[in-house]
């Protein structure tokens, strides 16, 4: 069964929202991660991050604020 | 302009960076910049606090238009790209104490992370130890990092509060043109600040117009790459992430042969421009600027960057190092080309300690 979760790292300095979504993908193995950020610096590292560790990315922008990151694997 | 962008954000966004700041960095010394110090954010910050008379080293003062550059050009790119956000609020005291320390550590060393690889560049051997230094400064930010450290969340908050950065540093710029005089000497007489160095490295410098679009173009393209010379070395121990490493290599190749060019490249650890050969002193210095920087979330240009997109919390670190290189200065805590200040080496000690505690105790909820 593939597993959910949402990890919420706004507001967050770096390198936490990248050093946050690398530790909850080792933990989630398999599924999908939607990351919440509201920095466009955090975007690129969580995206880069994730598919530096095998998952897809996709970027998607809810409001002026707050950019939706969603790993999949 | 899109093209421009996405190019920037992408792997090789850090690599032109570098090798911009590797290129124009030595050729500001040859316009007159001070030797190894083409560009450096703490020394430049110190000079500025110099000539505000935060400190009265007579030496090491002057209005740098490079920084006012770096953070009109990130302000510029950040408008431009719909990047600029009013935030802060993320322990904006902590972060005015990490910027005083940073700088501290950073004056013992006689440099900040930029000018560590920018003195290796031109072979100045006594930024071996210091580059040392602040791996391990990271290194030990790093294992706070991973024991749970952080400042907390910061929050949108008011345009007013992304604004003071930028509209500072226009005043600077001001300041520095119309070269006024405030204070009143015992007499009555006008004198400084604004204070100008007649000799030493705050007299040394290139010429304004240059200055100023060397640190807009920087500015500007840094915002876009995030370049960071702490993230560097950070990001590829704990996200084994290359991204910004690949960016302080380019730029020590570049500066290296833009330095031999240049034949600014002189080998040794005597003799060397702005700079002591005190191995343990150069190496401390570096361990707490690292330290405090890591703790920040990034390296001096980086803050300054941050500054002027809309992060109050990076200006709040800023002012720290103004305030910081006014202690340096005052409190004798600054090195000079004659070794380390009679009480750098115990100031060093006191901030690891401190910095230490913070780092052990600051946490927050991180997850929702």
């Known amino acids: 069964m593939s597993e959910k979760k949402t990890l919420d790292v706004r507001g967050l300095s770096c390198p936490e929202p990248a050093m946050l979504t690398r530790e909850a993908l080792i933990k989630l193995v398999k599924g999908t991660l939607i990351v919440l950020t509201d920095s466009a610096t955090s ?15 996709e970027v998607t922008q809810d409001d002026e604020q707050t950019y939706r990151i969603k790993l999949t694997k | 302009m899109h093209a421009i962008s996405k190019f920037l954000t992408s792997r090789w966004g850090p690599i032109l960076t570098g090798i911009v700041v590797g290129v124009l960095a030595p050729l500001l010394v040859k316009f007159g910049n001070p030797g190894n110090m083409g560009i450096c954010v703490a020394c430049f910050n110190r000079d500025i606090a110099g000539a505000l008379g935060i400190h009265r080293a007579a030496t090491v003062q002057y209005i740098r238009p490079e920084i006012i550059g770096f953070v009109l050009g990130a302000l510029v790119a950040a408008l431009l790209f719909r990047e600029f956000k009013p935030r802060g609020g993320s322990s904006p005291l902590i972060r005015f104490l990490l910027g005083m320390f940073a700088m501290i550590g950073a004056l013992v060393f006689l440099g900040c992370p930029w000018r560590a690889y920018l003195r290796l560049s031109g ?13 391990a400064g990271i290194g030990l930010g790093i294992v706070f990092l991973k024991r749970g ?22 005043v ?19 004198v400084g600040p604004i204070f100008f160095s007649q000799s030493g490295p705050g007299s040394l410098h290139a010429p304004l117009l240059i200055s100023l679009a060397a640190g807009l173009l920087i500015g500007f393209l840094a915002q876009r790459s995030r370049f960071c010379t702490v993230g560097a070395l950070r990001d590829v121990v704990l996200l084994r992430d290359m991204h910004l490493l690949n960016g302080v290599i380019a730029l020590l190749v570049a500066a290296f042969l ?21 191995l343990l002193w150069n190496f401390g210095g570096m361990v707490l600027a690292g330290l405090a920087f890591t703790l920040a979330g990034g390296c001096p240009g980086r803050q300054v960057f941050l500054s002027g997109e ?20 005052t409190f004798s805590l600054a090195s000079s080309p004659a070794g380390p200040g009679a009480y750098g080496p115990a100031a060093v000690v006191i901030g690891l300690v401190l910095l230490s505690i913070i780092g052990l105790t600051m946490r927050e909820t991180r997850s929702a």
């Open chain 1, 43 to 57: 975007r690129n590292n969580i995206e880069r991050t994730g598919k530096l560790a095998g998952w897809s990315a």
């Open chain 2, 310 to 329: 809309g992060d109050a919390d990076a200006a709040i670190f800023v002012f720290g190092m103004l305030a910081g290189a006014g202690v340096a200065h």
């Open chain 2, 258 to 278: 833009t330095n031999l060019a240049l034949g600014q490249f002189k080998p040794g650890f005597e003799g060397q421009p702005v700079a002591h050969t005190n």
């Open chain 2, 149 to 170: 450290f952080s400042l907390g969340r910061s929050r949108p908050t008011s345009p007013v509060a992304a604004w003071v950065m930028p509209v500072f540093v226009v």
């Open chain 2, 123 to 135: 072979g100045d051997w006594n930024a071996i130890p210091g580059i040392l230094g602040l791996f």
């Open chain 2, 172 to 190: 600077l710029l001001a300041l520095l043109l119309i070269a006024p005089l405030f204070g009143r000497d015992a007499d009555g007489n006008p």
